[in-house]
């Protein structure tokens, strides 16, 4: 099941975040070029998926995927001009937003596990309610 898989993928997520405690600039660089990547072809997957749903349903959830993507490429600019900073000052203010951006994204996600959620009881409702029509037009007299 979706729900599984997705459990699977948040266990991962939270096990490489609590092991790139400490590391690091170049290692943690390292793990975001990796995510980057992950991200990428996860992204691949949502789009092929999307092409073999409903043209509303697809045009929704590939706004969210773009918006998600444009993140990344908002993180990764941030990263980047990270590298170019040379005041402390700064350098702290910019972790402090870091932070409030990843607790923002894990905020985000438990939203979309609940639509999730919502979405995948709509669609068994919507199947279970096809069914029982089914079985009354094969009923009819």
Do not use: H
Not at 99 to 110: G, K, Q, T
């Amino acid at each position: 099941m979706q729900f599984e898989a997705l459990e699977k993928r948040t266990a991962e997520g939270l096990s490489a975040v609590k092991s790139a405690a400490g590391e690091s600039r170049d290692k943690l660089r390292s793990r975001i070029d990796q995510a980057q990547v992950d991200l990428d072809q996860a992204g691949k997957d949502v789009e092929q998926k999307a092409g073999d749903t409903a043209e509303q349903a697809q045009s929704k959830w590939a706004q969210m995927k773009a918006d998600a993507s444009a993140k990344m490429d908002d993180v990764k600019a941030k990263v980047e001009k990270r590298n170019e900073q040379r005041d402390a000052n700064l350098a702290a203010t910019d972790a402090d937003l870091a932070e409030a951006d990843a607790a923002d994204a894990i905020d985000y996600a438990a939203w979309t596990v609940e639509n999730a959620r919502l979405a995948a009881l709509d669609a068994m409702d919507a199947r279970a309610y096809a069914d029982e029509r089914a079985r009354a037009a094969a009923n009819a007299p």
